[in-house]
């Protein structure tokens, strides 16, 4: 059974690397137009949107700046008409440790990862549902993590914000189904991206340990999850999460 989505628009957040620009490309090929948002990463996300081809364009925004995550629903839908399916990909991390020397760093992190990781996807998605509404309903994916159950012990910030990401799908779930508007969520243990790269070099062998498959999971491996989700094969999934770790955690 291959997965059509054509006639479907896509927008992914934080697309032009690691798991957004898998996902970008899977979502491509399956038939949906999709828009690649980036914030920095221009030079990035235009290969991407030149090697996907017709099915792709980019549009820059700093997901973290409610203004711009207007201007970016704004501009998918009136170059599209529609938005069908948003996945809320983009997200920062850095390490913060409770026994930090810095009060003021303390504060500043954790206002970063939760402006872009918790406040820019819950815009996104308010603002996404209302183009979603106006053609018969749509889907929201947002892309967690393993550490939204673990516990953190060196990046709580990040760690919270991918709780509050998990509620918030639960939320979006139960407050908009009656919009014919389902929210799921995708939960990725360590993956090789570039955000993860440090942590990797630094702690490879024991993310490596803690997997019974024994391999770090790569970006393809929560694309296709994603890809999935996004399909009409999971047109009845409403609320859950996904965990893609390899079995390296569960809850």
Request: overall charge negative.
């Amino acid at each position: 059974m291959s997965i059509d989505l054509g006639g479907k628009v896509i927008l992914v957040t934080g697309a032009s690397r690691g798991i957004g620009a898998a996902a970008a490309r899977s979502l491509a090929a399956a038939g949906a137009i999709v828009a690649i948002n980036y914030h920095r990463s221009e030079a990035e996300a235009t290969t991407l949107a030149r090697e996907i081809g017709d099915r792709a364009f980019v549009v820059r925004a700093d997901v973290g700046n409610p203004s711009d995550v207007e201007s970016m629903i704004a501009t998918v839908e009136q170059r599209c008409g529609r938005l069908d399916v948003l996945v809320n990909n983009a997200a920062t991390f850095e390490e913060n440790p409770f026994d930090g020397e810095s009060y003021e760093h303390w504060q500043a992190a954790w206002n970063r990862t939760f402006a872009l990781n918790v406040f820019g996807a819950a815009n996104a998605a308010f603002l996404a549902m209302r183009v979603m509404r106006k053609h018969g309903g749509g889907k929201v994916i947002n892309i967690a993590s393993r550490a939204a159950y673990r516990g953190e012990t060196e990046f709580a910030d990040y760690g919270a914000s991918k709780a509050a990401l998990v509620n918030l799908t639960i939320s979006i779930a139960r407050g908009c189904a009656k919009d014919n508007i389902t929210s799921t969520c995708v939960a990725p243990g360590f993956i090789e991206t570039e955000m993860a790269k440090s942590e990797l070099e630094k702690h490879y062998d024991d993310i490596v340990n803690q997997v019974p498959l024994r391999r770090v999971g790569t970006v393809d491996d929560v694309a296709g999850v994603i890809l999935f989700l996004a399909s009409p094969l999971a047109d009845y999934l409403n609320g859950t999460t996904i965990d893609v770790n390899g079995g390296s955690w569960f809850h």
